[in-house]
Nanobody, 124 residues
Framework: QVQLVESGGGLVQAGGSLRLSCAASGRTFSRYAMGWFRQAPGKEREFVAAITWNSSTYYADSKKGRFTISRDNAKNTVYLQMNSLKPEDTAVYYC??????????????????WGQGTQVTVSS
């Protein structure tokens, strides 16, 4: 069983930055692919970014250039650096873990474990 705990969300003005963190339990974190998803009110959950066990990354097209996913296996943590935030980035952000860590999937069904989410609110 893997437990994921997100942190770093909050209220920020448009154009600002936030760094989300996701701390994972378990000794095999370094083998997992990790993903970030988000869900805005009244909308479906959407893919943001993912990273494989060996740090290959994959982004949703609309997030390229503004968001950066990274991981620190020594700390069992994955990060999402978000820059130039827009009001439409407002959502609950979730991290997810895929124990089959060789691919960075955009499909939520590929991930077995999910965190509880952290709220990001971008004011205009």
């Amino acid at each position: 069983q893997v437990q994921l705990v997100e942190s770093g969300g909050g209220l920020v003005q448009a154009g600002g930055s936030l760094r989300l963190s996701c701390a994972a339990s378990g000794r095999t974190f370094s083998r997992y692919a990790m993903g970030w998803f988000r869900q805005a009110p009244g909308k479906e959950r959407e893919f943001v970014a993912a990273i494989t066990w060996n740090s290959s990354t994959y982004y949703a097209d609309s997030k390229k250039g503004r968001f950066t996913i990274s991981r620190d296996n020594a700390k069992n943590t994955v990060y999402l650096q978000m820059n130039s935030l827009k009001p439409e980035d407002t959502a609950v952000y979730y991290c997810a873990a895929d124990p089959l860590g060789y691919s960075a999937s955009s499909r939520s069904s590929e991930y077995d474990y999910w965190g509880q989410g952290t709220q990001v609110t971008v004011s205009s």
